[in-house]
Structures are given as C-alpha cells and as structure tokens.
C-alpha cells in the first residue's frame, strides 16, 4: 500500500508558474505507474505561462472557475470538469474566479521536466 498525503508533498513551481504539490511519480517513487499525478493550484487573476509538453495531460478541476486554452482554443472550466491535453499542445490555463484554482493534474507517461517547453511567444 502506498499513502500520499498532501501536504507533505513539498510545493514547487512549475516551469509554467502553476504551483504543484506532486503525488506520485514512478520516476520518484516505487509505483507501478506510467503517469505522475499532482495537485495544482494557480492563484486568482493568474495566469499558467503558454507551454507544451511531450507527453499527454489530463485535468480534473476540484476549485474554482477558469479559463483553458489548448491551441488556440477556449473554454471555461469549473469543478468537475475534466480536460485532455494532448501532447504537443499549446497549452495555458487562467484563473478567472475569486480564490484559488485547484486542479489534479495527470502527465502521462510521467512529467519529467525535460519534457515540458515554455513558450516564449504567443500562438
């Protein structure tokens, strides 16, 4: 049995700017897993900087109201909300409530950082 819990998790910034507690990563941790799976928090008015990844993604919104944009294309999300990322997508996410916008995010195969490219113009 393995027990994650969160906030024992040490919080980091990811190179998006999104503020990440990681959960499981078989790249870390010795799980069975092809994907990571993290929790997300990105703070009101705030918005995730443009970026692509390698890998596939999948977000399931927990808190708050938002606005994703993959390639271009957007859309409001709220809780329950569940969006698939594909790899090589143009990707950003924004805060467009009040309190914080809390998300589970599943990178599969596992984040690695080298697979994630920050965008530095706008698509």
Do not use: F, H
């Given at each position: 049995m393995f027990i994650r819990q969160l906030m024992k998790c040490?919080?980091?910034?990811?190179?998006?700017?999104t503020r990440l507690r990681e959960l499981f990563n078989p790249l870390a941790d010795p799980l069975d897993?092809?994907?990571?799976l993290a929790h997300a928090t990105v703070g009101p008015g705030m918005t995730t900087l443009l970026h692509r990844m390698?890998?596939?993604?999948?977000?399931?919104?927990?808190v708050g109201a938002g606005e994703i944009e993959i390639d271009g294309e957007k859309s409001a999300v709220s809780p329950g909300?569940?969006?698939?990322?594909?790899?090589?997508?143009?990707?950003?996410?924004?805060?467009?409530?009040?309190?914080?916008?809390v998300f589970i995010a599943i990178v599969d195969p596992a984040w690695?950082?080298?697979d994630e490219e920050v965008l530095k113009k706008v698509i």
């Open positions: 040490k919080e980091i910034t990811a190179g998006d700017d897993l092809r994907y990571s390698k890998t596939s993604e999948v977000y399931y919104i927990l909300d569940a969006v698939y990322i594909p790899p090589g997508s143009a990707q950003r996410i924004t805060n467009t409530g009040g309190c914080g916008l690695r950082k080298e």
